[in-house]
């Protein structure tokens, strides 16, 4: 990215009208890596404005600058960053890292979770799958939401049964994790492959992982279609943690379990 400061002496100008010059910097994963001092090529609302953008300026800092010549300026497609002083090359330097730049959209929400689902097909067939899509979506009455795609082996177990368990994953089951994630029912057995335990949840009809230290069984109440994912919001119907994360009021305290 390419952004310009106005400049007074060292500092950045009080006003982009008396500016002396034009400090010009190219940023890159914020740092600078080029940086050019042009004379100011004299203040017009319009001249300025068409100037910079003839050099694929995308912002300009300054310390004022009067409402038309930023409407310009914006006309133009180049940010406008009023209230700057100090030292430019410092600003500048402050302005590389914090700057803001267009990013990719997908799963931009991060940390993801990392849970695991479990559900039961009508047929008793039992399968888990990695959910990244997952999240509290009320707390009265308490609810949680998972996306799943409707090709994935799980989507018709779930949609038919309407049930489904969350499992919370701790850094000891990490290779299971990655396995039940990366590897399809549809080409072969994975559950037996990596040695899954199950066991039947209290309020559903699909299993729990015992050996994961939150186990959330849920009851499909709405779904949702979001585009790539369809939303199965579950009431939650029982929740089950190991014993030594659960304090005398039933609270977890999640702080001790070691997530992935």
Same mark, same amino acid.
């Given at each position: 990215?390419?952004?310009?400061?106005?400049?007074?002496?060292?500092?950045?100008?009080?006003?982009?009208?008396?500016?002396?010059?034009?400090?010009?910097?190219?940023?890159?994963?914020?740092?600078?890596?080029?940086?050019?001092?042009?004379?100011?090529?004299? %203040?017009?609302? /319009?001249?300025?404005?068409?100037?910079?953008?003839?050099?694929?300026?995308? !912002?300009?800092?300054?310390?004022?600058?009067?409402?038309?010549?930023?409407?310009?300026?914006?006309?133009?497609?180049?940010?406008?960053?009023?209230?700057?002083?100090?030292? !430019?090359?410092?600003?500048?330097?402050?302005?590389?890292?914090?700057?803001?730049?267009? !990013?990719?959209?997908?799963?931009?929400?991060?940390?993801?979770?990392?849970?695991?689902?479990?559900?039961?097909?009508?047929?008793?067939?039992?399968?888990?799958?990695?959910?990244?899509?997952?999240?509290?979506?009320?707390?009265?009455?308490?609810?949680?939401?998972?996306?799943?795609?409707?090709?994935? %082996?799980? %989507?018709?177990?779930?949609?038919?049964?309407?049930?489904?368990?969350?499992?919370?994953?701790?850094?000891? %089951?990490?290779?299971?994790?990655?396995?039940?994630?990366?590897?399809?029912?549809?080409?072969?057995?994975?559950?037996?492959?990596?040695?899954?335990?199950?066991?039947?949840?209290?309020?559903?009809? !699909?299993?729990?992982?015992? /050996?994961?230290?939150?186990?959330?069984?849920?009851?499909?109440?709405?779904?949702?279609?979001?585009?790539?994912?369809?939303?199965?919001?579950?009431?939650?119907?029982?929740?089950?943690?190991?014993?030594?994360?659960?304090?005398?009021?039933?609270?977890?305290?999640?702080?001790?379990?070691?997530?992935?």
């Amino acid at each position: 990215m390419k952004f310009s400061v106005a400049v007074k002496g060292a500092d950045v100008s009080k006003d982009i009208g008396c500016c002396d010059t034009f400090l010009i910097f190219e940023e890159k994963r914020g740092r600078i890596i080029m940086r050019q001092i042009i004379e100011n090529p004299g %203040y017009k609302p /319009d001249l300025l404005p068409g100037f910079l953008d003839r050099l694929k300026i995308e !912002a300009i800092l300054c310390g004022s600058m009067d409402e038309l010549t930023m409407q310009v300026f914006t006309s133009k497609g180049i940010n406008v960053v009023t209230g700057v002083s100090g030292n !430019a090359d410092r600003i500048a330097d402050q302005y590389a890292i914090t700057s803001k730049k267009q !990013a990719n959209m997908k799963s931009c929400l991060q940390p993801m979770p990392k849970v695991l689902v479990s559900c039961r097909g009508l047929n008793g067939e039992n399968n888990v799958l990695a959910v990244g899509y997952c999240g509290n979506c009320s707390y009265d009455p308490p609810m949680v939401m998972v996306g799943i795609v409707p090709t994935r %082996y799980s %989507y018709q177990m779930v949609k038919e049964s309407g049930c489904f368990v969350v499992n919370l994953v701790d850094k000891s %089951y990490r290779e299971t994790f990655d396995y039940l994630g990366s590897h399809s029912k549809r080409d072969g057995d994975k559950l037996t492959a990596m040695n899954v335990r199950l066991q039947d949840g209290k309020k559903v009809n !699909a299993p729990i992982l015992p /050996d994961c230290p939150v186990n959330i069984e849920c009851k499909v109440v709405d779904s949702i279609v979001t585009g790539s994912h369809e939303m199965f919001i579950g009431r939650i119907e029982y929740v089950h943690a190991d014993a030594k994360f659960v304090d005398l009021e039933g609270n977890i305290d999640f702080s001790q379990i070691d997530f992935i």
